[in-house]
């Protein structure tokens, strides 16, 4: 059976913890603009190219990056595609993780380059300087910092992303600083504190303030680098207009939501670590998480994390990711969970994880 069918066919009886997407309710405008545009019919024109007026300035004040050129793009993962078949050919090497956000990954074979994978499953569960010192070739043309992490929730410290920044500097790399879950870190530092002649800022709406349907990102670089990037850009058109006023009214709230998120989402990780304890031989490797989701190791269960994903959703409705999905080496030991869905739809998955988990030993 296809599990995305069966999810979305009933989308409003499943808990969404299976795509780090946000169903805690943000604020009310975000839906009054959408609606208001809609009802004025502005979707009957092809959307201003440079983006909806004040948005790419409010994204840019969000970044505090007023030098940044900006292109609006369909989710963070369009910017990611127009990136890696701008800046890659064959042959270059681009260092990233695993696990890692793997369609990243597929989008840079696209260009025939190839990711080395720096194995990060184990303390401190992030790139180390060191090892990005080792991993780099005369090949390697990019670093990937996916900061916070997908999935493993870990963040990087201000001196971690200076040391990873002077190593792309020294060798004349790129860095693509993908921030899509920034808002859930305490302490963010942007690469292009340190190196923004060569930093590639990957932006999104899908996380912070829930919008992954609406298809809302940017991508943000120094003028003279997105001149090159935009010849690859997919959708000359423009992005869907309605996405465009609801991501500017979200940043123009973001005080009003943002807040209420953070405290859900850290309740919820906290009840799950409780439950979690309460399993033995299940853990934690990344708590507290600084993203909206974490890993939960069940290694030492020898349980199969796919078929502890097919057993929550159709038995009970909760849809979480088996490993499998982001990390081809250590995948078959962990599922990943995110938390940023309301405190009841929590409750149901802690409910049912320890029996699932007792039924399938
Ligand atoms: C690290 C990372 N980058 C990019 C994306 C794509 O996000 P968007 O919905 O903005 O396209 C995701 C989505 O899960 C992600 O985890």
Known sequence: MDEWKYAHERWKDVV??????????????????????????VYNLYPYKK??????????????????DIHITNGGIEALYILNRALLSKGDEVIATDPSFLPIHHQMTLSEAKPVEIGIYADPYKMKAEQVNEAITDKTKMILLIDPLNPL????????????????????????????????????TLTTDFYPEKSIVVYSFSKNCGMAGMRIGAMLAPPDV?????KYDTNVLSVNVLAQRAALTALQTKENWLPNVLRISRNNQEKIKSAVEKIDGAFLPVFPSFTNMFVIDISELGIDPDKFEEKLLYDHDVFVRSGNYVSKRFGPKFFRVSFTVPEDHCDRFVEVLGPAIESLR
């Open 16 to 41: 969404w913890m299976s795509q780090n997407t946000n169903t805690i309710p943000t604020d009310p405008a975000i839906i009054d603009a959408i609606i208001s545009a809609a009802k004025e019919r």
């Open 51 to 68: 983006g909806s007026f004040g948005l790419p300035e409010a994204i840019k004040d969000d970044l505090g990056l007023p030098d940044f």
């Open 153 to 188: 929730g870990t963040d990087y410290r201000r001196n971690e992303v200076k040391a990873i920044c002077e190593m792309a500097k020294d060798n004349d790399l790129w860095i693509v600083d993908d921030i899509t879950y920034r808002d859930f870190s305490e302490d963010h």
């Open 226 to 230: 997105m001149k090159d990037l935009v």
